[in-house]
């Protein structure tokens, strides 16, 4: 029998994962530890940055203090990137927020925040970092973290899904922007369910939580507390990241972690595809 080995395409290659400080971050980087990359960890919590690193002590890894919603911060944190390491191969545009709230109830600052974390954190990754991935002609691979509030929508969870179904749209672009011209960088959107992580915490947030500010509508509370309830119940973020890396090393676009929501994706689709077209005479 002939067996044919497949080129490992993550070993001594760079990795960047932003919201590594906690939850899928954190598995990711375990996992890429695991891969023996060289692992930048970046978050805005620096305690939380220093566990993370402290979980994968024989990796050769670089820990950033970064607002990912800051381009000025993220382009001066790119300068010790390319001193230490130099192009970054795999690119994790992971980190983010969560906001419930119906879209006219939410406080506009707090929009602003979470599309400035959500969304606009991963253009400015995108703006840093594709050129040189184009120009070093090498396996790279770009996953952005969207949700499955980036493929369904449910009441009262307004700036989340709206955030992440940019995240996917503006992941498919770049896809279809890459895939024919520069067929070595790869794009995929992670999608996940429920993960097991401090996404409702979010004392990092820099959301404005007070209560006078937050929807207080029943729907938008009880959704929050149904969230709650499912994150602490989630997927172990090693088990997702296992996947992740899979999908990846498969070159994959989509990367969903929860087959049990295929169904509500599949009615949300007959939506689209039932609706009538109607045609001007
Ligand atoms: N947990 C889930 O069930 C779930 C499901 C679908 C998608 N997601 C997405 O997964 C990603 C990771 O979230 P998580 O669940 O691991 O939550 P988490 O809160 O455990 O981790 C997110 C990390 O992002 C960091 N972060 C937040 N804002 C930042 C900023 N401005 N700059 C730098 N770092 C920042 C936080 O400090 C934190 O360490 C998010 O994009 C989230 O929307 C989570």
Redesign the pocket.
Known sequence: MVVILQPNIFKNKTILI????????RGLAIHAASEKMNIIL????EK?LTETQSLIPNSSSLALK????NFKELSQCKDKIIEHYGTVHFLFN?????LEGRSWKVDNQNWKRIID??VM?IVYGLNLFVDEMIASNERCHIIN?????GLIVGPAFSP?TAT?HAVVGLTRSLYEDLKNEYPNIGVSVL?????????M?RD???LNLDNSVIDQHETATLNKEWLGE??KD?MD?INLAKIVFDKINKNEFWILTHPEFLEVYKEYSNELIRSETVTLN
Not at 145 to 149: D, K, N, P
């Open positions: 932003t919201g590594a400080a906690s939850g899928i971050g970046m978050d805005i919590d939380g970064c607002d990912v919603s992971n980190a983010g927020i969560f974390v959500n954190s973290t969207s949700s499955m509030a989340y992440k999608c996940p369910g429920l993960v097991k992580t401090n996404i915490k990092k947030s820099g499912g994150v989630g973020p």
